[in-house]
């Protein structure tokens, strides 16, 4: 019986296995670190095949920095970490789809790599700027012990938060290092159609420029954008006072992203006054009035057609019905003019809901639907984008306290998701501070009836305890960002006519840590046998039957989002995923009932500890019983 890995997954194998698959004569082998064959690949045949001419010298045009060899190592390399859930922590925890993940992100989008690979619409992140004073995330850069502890701080999770100061030697290099492995990551979760918006200063505008354009491709660059977030500029900068800041736009895939046809601006908004199933539009009359001479009947005989409509306009269509009358594209003056569009665009166009009649007296009008839509500019100056004004005193308003200088403007996120992500996607920011996301997410599901999940990643930093912060009871980040979404929340439930079943205003609650499993039992090699065999369990023993479902579904890629049900059958507990996605049972010595009710279920996926079964012959039993009741169920072990 196949066990589970229990570690995220090997990047680097997943690699090689593509490279493989387009130049097999470029995989060799070679030792690993425990004397044993593995695959490698032959880099300077790789080299040659993907040139037309001789390789020769190391010159290319590329952005590189002290560590960045280190930081694709780092993004590949898998981690022995888990997520464990915290129901205690959490809103709606059985049917909300919203997920808030406490940790180092870098980890975070590890463990995230199986369940989320390609089904994040958008990932928008607002990281540290750099400017000289940001917290980073630390990487084994060695220090001094002096530079350690004056620039070393320890999260509530006992992660290393490192202050990058510009006296550091590597100021840049640290910063790139940690946002290269991140969005490299990152980068893989994406859907096809997906987008990826990263908000910077002009600190480290080019050289964030230079590492997107290299892992997503300068062709897959699609704007930069100009947010002016504090128009009055700020007075304290040594030579120009800053007032704005840029956002970067990139694509997976060209032939797939496309930016959804909406309205921004608040003027261009006010236009598009009606509303049906599919969104705002506004009405237009269907007769070509422009054009001058090129749009009459004589100049365009095809476009000049009857479309029929009945009195009590029931019946809209270019084909004849009794007792519809015809109406023709004739002005109020009496000029023939045309319809706008073929009559087989126009019959489309009626049965697609966007071409309707309208009385106006006796007389009826044909008028189309023109659905929201504005030309998206690259330079964003619209007042509610004011960083202080609907950003700073939003958060500061809804917590009754101080707890972030500059969180992003709420109605600036709400129109970054309006315009990139549809109604049912998912958005992920994994660098979330206050969680201005998850509240423009529901702010906007609740303005467009949307379904759009968040899935919100934020290191637990410290506050500083002379903060304002501190004192009202916030220890960390994390506890700010969870209290504003309870909040928000809470606000949009109590609002007339607005329930928690109209819009997801929970979110399950998970936090990094170590694996589930005891190490020992899974570094067996290091060990002898007589100390195996005297082993209790190989899970460690503060762990619950939540912590190795959630475990388990990470390894096996399902997202962390579905709902799930647990019942008693025969004094074992049997957890059902997502209705038969995953049915696990960690109980010692399971009966051959449970097993045999199990894979009457034919799950696709089942998943047992290692100790559930006495002896071989058992774990042999359980393999036949799923072959004969279940064959195409997966089995594993943990």
Request: with cysteine; glycine share 6%.
């Amino acid at each position: 019986m196949e066990k589970m890995r229990m570690e995220s997954v090997d990047i680097t194998e997943k690699n090689i296995e593509k490279i493989e698959a387009l130049f097999p004569n470029c995989i060799t082998e070679a030792l690993d670190e425990n004397g044993k064959l593995k695959k490698a690949i032959n880099f300077d045949l790789l080299k040659q095949m993907l040139s037309k001419e001789i390789v020769d010298g190391n010159e290319g045009y590329e952005l590189t920095w002290v560590g960045k060899k280190e930081a694709i190592i780092e993004a590949n390399n898998s981690i022995r970490k888990t997520l464990r859930p915290c129901k205690e922590d959490s809103v709606n925890w059985d049917n909300t789809e919203n997920l808030y993940i406490e940790g180092d992100n870098l980890e975070v989008l590890k463990l995230l790599q199986e369940s989320y690979l390609g089904k994040i619409k958008l990932i928008y992140i607002d990281p540290p700027y750099n400017t000289g004073n940001d917290i980073i995330y630390k990487n084994d850069y060695s220090l001094t012990k002096d530079e350690y502890d004056e620039n070393i701080s320890i999260d509530d999770d006992g992660n290393y938060l490192f202050t990058n100061t510009d006296n550091n030697g590597r100021f840049h290099s640290d910063w790139l290092h940690m946002m290269y492995s991140r969005i490299k990551l990152a980068k893989n979760l994406m859907s096809d159609d997906g987008f990826f918006a990263i908000a910077i200063d002009h600190n480290e505008l080019f050289n964030l420029g230079c590492i997107c354009d290299e892992i997503f491709g300068f062709s897959n660059r699609i704007g930069v954008i100009t947010v002016v977030h504090k128009p009055e500029g700020r007075n304290q900068a040594k030579y120009i006072g800053p007032s704005n800041e840029f956002m970067l736009l990139y694509i997976k895939d060209s032939s797939k992203a496309r930016i959804r046809r909406v309205a921004i601006d608040d003027e261009q908004v006010a236009i598009f006054d009606q509303r049906d199933q599919k969104g705002a539009y506004r009405l237009k009359n269907f007769i070509r009035l422009a054009d001058g001479k090129y749009s009459t009947r004589e100049a365009k005989p095809d476009f000049w057609y009857p479309i029929y409509v009945k009195n009590d306009l029931s019946y809209i269509s270019i084909k004849p019905i009794k007792d519809a009358i015809a109406i023709y594209p004739i002005t109020d003056t009496g000029v023939e003019r045309t319809w706008k569009t073929s009559a087989e665009t126009c019959e489309e166009r009626i049965l697609n809901g966007d071409i309707l009649a309208k009385k106006d007296g006796d007389k009826i009008y044909i008028y189309e639907k023109l659905r929201e839509d504005q030309v998206i500019k690259t330079h964003w100056i619209n007042k509610k984008y004011h960083g202080f004004h609907f950003g700073t005193k939003i958060l500061d308003n809804l917590l009754g306290v101080k707890t972030f200088d500059f969180p992003k403007s709420l109605f600036l996120m709400k129109d970054i998701f309006k315009l990139f992500t549809e109604k049912d996607d998912i958005i992920l920011d994994f660098f979330s501070g206050s969680a201005t996301s998850a509240h423009a997410v529901m702010k906007l599901n609740s303005e467009d009836g949307g379904n759009r999940k968040f899935i919100l990643a934020q290191i637990p930093a410290s506050c500083d305890p002379k903060s304002d912060a501190y004192k009202a009871g916030y220890k960390n980040i994390c506890e700010i960002g969870k209290k504003r979404i309870r909040l928000v929340g809470k606000a949009l439930k109590d609002k007339a006519g607005l329930t928690d079943k109209k819009v997801d205003i929970g979110f399950r609650v998970f936090k990094v840590d170590e694996t589930n499993m005891n190490d020992i039992y899974y570094s067996a090699d290091e060990y002898s046998q007589d100390l195996l065999s005297n082993l209790a369990s190989n899970i460690k023993s503060d762990r619950n039957d939540l912590d190795l479902l959630f475990g388990c579904l990470l390894e096996w890629g399902l997202p962390l989002s579905l709902p799930y049900s647990s019942e008693d059958i025969n004094g074992c507990t049997v957890h059902n995923y997502n209705n038969g996605d995953l049915v696990a049972c960690f109980n010692e010595n399971i009966p051959d009932s449970v097993i045999k009710h199990i894979a009457k279920q034919q799950p696709l996926r089942a998943v047992f500890r290692d100790g559930s079964f006495a002896n071989s012959p058992a774990k042999i039993n359980v393999g036949e019983t799923f072959k004969s009741l279940a064959p195409d169920t997966r089995v594993k072990v943990i």
